[in-house]
């Protein structure tokens, strides 16, 4: 009985370190993204397209596929 509480002991510890890393992983990623976010707001990157919308806000229209008989 003792061995299979030392076993769940190790298993929850391994489990936590596990969960705590990727939490600290997923924190380091959003704290790159921002930085990214703001160098490319900072070189122009979102440029106002409407007063409660920026142009990385709105979605591209889809081009229909191009064949290549049409290009000349």
Do not use: C
Request: glycine residues 8%.
């Amino acid at each position: 009985m003792k061995s299979i509480l030392t076993l769940g002991a190790f298993a929850g510890l391994a489990y936590g370190a596990r969960h705590f890393l990727n939490f600290m992983n997923q924190k380091n990623k959003s704290r790159l993204q921002e930085k990214r976010l703001e160098i490319w707001e900072g070189e122009g990157g979102a440029v106002p397209v409407a007063q409660t919308k920026t142009a990385a806000q709105v979605r591209p229209k889809k081009r229909p596929p191009v064949s290549p008989r049409d290009v000349n």
